[in-house]
């Protein structure tokens, strides 16, 4: 093994850290903070000709104010099956059609609701970080494999010591990212 191996084992990791950084921050958006998100509905399907279609697909989603989201789909026959699928998404959310388009009005966060997202947002925080951890640990195994067939031991331990680096930079970023969901949800 030689130190191309390594430096690739780098690039692979960092890439896996950015990738788990992205990952987490989609999962985030997708949490309440009270305010009207077209996020919110990311990830929901309906039922279009037979085949479940992501309702981006089927409708143009937007918040037409802080509280209120609202649903206009391409074809007024979809007004039905985004309904259902709003309700079958069991999202708590009530849509209201009007027969060109759905709003949605949020209701405000309890307390209590609150400090579940937040613990919610804290738990991906800790996925994402144990995602960090099972990446490092991949580094230093290529590290300590190229040590013992012939890599130079001090430039191992320097590897060694930029891996740490690497982790200790990309958890930060988590908790940052975490902190700020914090506050947007604990903002009234």
């Not at 985030?28 to 479940?52: C, D, F, H, N, Q």
């Not at 609701?113 to 951890?133: C, D, F, M, P, T």
Request: no cysteine; net charge negative.
């Amino acid at each position: 093994m030689d130190s191309g191996e390594v430096d690739m084992s780098f690039e692979i990791g960092k890439e896996a850290m950015d990738s788990a950084l992205e990952h987490l921050s989609h999962e985030l958006t997708k949490i309440r903070t009270g305010k009207a998100s077209p996020a919110m509905l990311s990830g929901l399907l309906v039922e279009y000709y037979g085949s479940p279609t992501p309702l981006t697909q089927v409708a143009n989603v937007g918040a037409s104010d802080a509280r209120t989201l609202t649903i206009q789909p391409w074809e007024k026959s979809m007004l039905g099956p985004i309904e259902q699928a709003i309700f079958a998404a069991n999202l708590g959310l009530t849509p209201m059609n009007d027969g060109e388009i759905i709003r949605i009005n949020i209701p405000p966060l309890t307390e209590e609701r609150r400090h579940n997202l937040v613990k919610q947002a804290k738990h991906l925080g800790e996925e994402g970080k144990i995602s960090l951890r099972n990446t490092r640990h991949k580094i230093m195994d290529t590290i300590k494999k190229a040590v013992k067939d012939g890599y130079p031991e001090d430039m191992g331990k320097r590897k060694e010591e930029a891996a740490d680096k690497l982790t200790h930079k990309y958890y930060d970023k988590i908790d940052k990212l975490i902190e700020a969901k914090e506050e947007d949800i604990m903002t009234v």
